[in-house]
């Protein structure tokens, strides 16, 4: 199999770059985007290569019409994707509650810039953490990536698809402004080093099938359009059969279900780094391209003698609420740095569940978190404990 | 030739949700008729909707359906038709659906020739919400939101269609079924995007406050309302005064498809690729 590109050469690609690659690379055959920065570049990438490998690639009237269609595009099979940024992102929510109420696989790329409202088009934030969380109304579960490294985000693209496919629900790729803007170099990863997976189909005939049958697990099987199925799908509540129901029993039993299936795989989901936090008495808890700051700041710590070490969320959502809750048994406090005024703290704080110091390192002007800011903290905590 | 209707509906979903005379079941079975007429097969068609009482008919389709979020179904519909380029795509939507919250999506479907069939139930009302005005509530009209008239000016969806580019328009009317059911045959055997806008009766919310509350008298209200293309071609102004024209209103068969000419792309790109190699 191809990884799409072709290429298994040294490049000297962006984030926004690597992720088209990689999505082309993971089988995504179809995306829709409506043009803001800063994430073109995902766009503009796959117009060029999308035709290349005979799929589709079509900029749609707005952000929102971009959302529908790669929900229209995935009921038909395909992998869909679309890419966008703060604005944008908040103008999809309503459709992306859709795939998830509907139960539709697609993934959703936001490169995070300054917010809220238009904000800072072409700047830095981390800003967007709790909005991919909650944003949309109702209950449901996230799967959100948050990679920090070039070969990392070409990963974190296929396993963005693998989740999608794997539990039919629209899955964020959350880069910062820095990840997709930043080139680096980086050897193509070869298809020997990830799987795909790819939706799982009924093994029913049509009078058979139930498009939402938990019979067959928290994740039922999905057929395709087209496919002699002509099963019906809505944004209402519904039955297994997919059809509009209000029977409380039913809705709850079913929307239980929704959250159930990712998040019984929680421990699975967890992909974390830890670095320097075998004896840390100071943790430093970050995401994305902040933690590349983190890191350079545990080191110095380290020089200076101060037991220093991080936990680097890959997968920001579902939160790793056991990890951090352990970690926070044998620290004695946490920092936690992100271009915001203070969100992914808000769960460190619930999942620590004790009484210590845990700091934040907040900036939102656009730029990143300098590492001597968090240094400067690691170094008050250690002194002061708070 | 006999249609029968029940191969095209999912009978175990009826009776339907509508009201007692709503003008949506006439719109429904034309469709069928028409699908029937032309002999699309059900496992090769989508039916796509929003939001409303309109966009409920999916529902009882036995076809590949898809009730979506308001004002969104041509987004999807896109979605579909361009993953799926040789099947069947039929969006039925409200006149608030279409035209007020799906606006921007109508106008860019009918830019760009993409082969989708969408039909538009126009009666003038937001009914599932409780009768609020629409852009196509006529001026002066009483609605749960204009209680002392209607003051904003009525969108002339045919016109607006036309104007964003569609390539095949036509107006019907539900008191004339056989008529709404040759203008849907032919949208939907045109290849491009195609709007057939069905004026329908709402007498529970529209009919209800305008003094129309028995359907008969809110259909018969439309019924005089209608003027045919040809015979508004021989009728003096004055005559037209407050009237609607039906029938089809333009057609253009040269423009360009869009699922075509993204083919067409894949065709050029793939052949420049291979000269590379």
């Not at chain 1, 995306?31 to 749609?60: D, W």
């Not at chain 1, 604005?87 to 936001?110: D, H, Q, R, T, W």
């Not at chain 2, 328009?169 to 709007?195: C, E, I, P, T």
Request: glycine content about 10%.
């Amino acid at each position: 199999m191809s990884n799409g590109s072709g290429r298994t050469d040294i490049v000297f690609w962006s984030g926004n770059e690597i992720v088209a690659e990689a999505a082309i690379a993971a089988g995504c055959r179809f995306y829709a985007g409506y043009p803001i920065t800063p994430s073109s570049e995902i766009a503009h990438v796959m117009a060029e290569r999308l035709p290349e490998v005979g799929g589709t690639f079509i900029q749609m009237e707005d952000e929102i019409a971009s959302m529908g269609a790669i929900i229209g595009a995935s009921l038909t099979g395909k992998k869909t994707m679309t890419a966008t940024s703060g604005p944008g992102f908040s103008l999809k929510m309503e459709n992306i509650g859709y795939a998830y109420m509907a139960e539709v696989p697609c993934v959703v790329v936001n490169v995070m810039r300054g917010g809220p409202s238009t904000g800072l088009p072409t700047a830095l934030a981390q800003a967007d953490v709790m909005q991919t969380r909650w944003g949309t109304h109702g209950d449901h579960p996230t799967i959100a990536l948050t990679p920090a490294y070039h070969r990392e985000i070409y990963f974190s693209t296929i396993k963005a698809f693998n989740y999608a496919e794997k539990y039919r629900i629209p899955v964020m790729l959350l880069l910062d402004e820095v990840i997709g803007h930043m080139s680096e170099g980086m050897k193509v990863p070869d298809p020997s080093e990830y799987e795909i997976f790819n939706r799982i189909k009924p093994s029913v005939p049509p009078e058979k099938y139930f498009p939402y049958d938990s019979s067959f697990g928290d994740v039922p099987p999905m057929a395709s359009y087209f496919e002699g199925f002509r099963f019906h799908v809505t944004g209402l509540n519904h039955t297994k059969t997919g059809f509009p129901t209000t029977d409380p029993d039913i809705c709850q039993r079913e929307e239980e279900r929704m959250i159930r299936k990712v998040m019984k795989d929680a421990e699975a989901l967890a992909d974390l780094e830890e670095y320097q936090l075998d004896d840390a008495e100071i943790a430093v808890f970050s995401f994305g391209s902040t933690a590349r700051g983190a890191r350079v700041a545990v080191d110095e710590a380290r020089k200076q003698g101060i037991k220093a070490g991080l936990l680097r969320a890959i997968t920001l959502w579902p939160f790793p609420d056991r990890q951090v809750h352990e970690l926070a048994s044998r620290v004695k406090a946490f920092v936690v740095p992100e271009v915001n005024l203070g969100q992914m703290i808000l769960e460190v704080e619930r999942t620590a569940h004790r009484d210590m110091p845990i700091v934040g390192v907040n900036r939102v002007g656009g730029v990143p978190i300098p590492p001597y800011e968090i240094l400067s903290k690691i170094k008050e905590v250690a002194r002061n404990g708070r | 030739m006999a249609v029968d209707y029940l191969h095209y509906l999912r009978a175990d979903k009826l009776p339907h949700m509508w009201c007692p005379g709503c003008g949506i079941g006439i719109v429904v079975k034309s469709m069928i008729g028409a699908i029937d007429a032309l002999g699309w097969d059900k496992n090769e068609t989508a039916v796509v909707s929003g939001i409303g009482c309109t966009s409920r008919a999916p529902g009882y389709m036995d076809m590949n359906t898809l009730h979506t979020t308001h004002g969104r179904a041509l987004t999807f519909a896109t979605g579909v038709k361009m993953a799926a380029p040789d099947k069947h795509v039929i969006v039925i939507a409200g006149d608030g659906d279409s035209s007020a919250i799906g606006g921007n999506h109508f106008i860019h479907a009918c830019r760009r020739n993409i082969d989708i069939t969408m039909i538009i139930v126009n009666n003038n009302i937001y009914g599932m919400t409780g009768g609020q005005f629409s852009p196509t509530t006529p001026y002066g009209a009483k609605a749960a939101t204009t209680p002392h008239g209607n003051i904003d000016p009525a969108f002339d969806l045919g016109q607006l269609a036309i104007g964003a580019g569609a390539t095949y328009v036509a107006r019907g009317s539900v008191d004339n079924g056989r008529m709404l059911q040759k203008y849907l045959k032919d949208g939907m055997a045109h290849h491009g995007f195609s709007v057939i806008e069905a004026l329908s009766n709402c007498h529970t919310q529209f009919g209800r406050r305008n003094k129309m509350s028995d359907p008969v008298v809110m259909v018969e209200w439309i019924a005089n309302k209608v003027v045919t293309k040809a015979k508004a071609e021989k009728m003096p102004p004055e005559e037209l005064e407050g009237k609607i024209i039906t029938g089809e209103l333009h057609r253009n068969d040269e423009r360009p498809e869009y699922t075509d000419e993204y083919s067409q792309l894949i065709q050029r790109v793939q052949k420049k690729a291979g000269v590379h190699q």
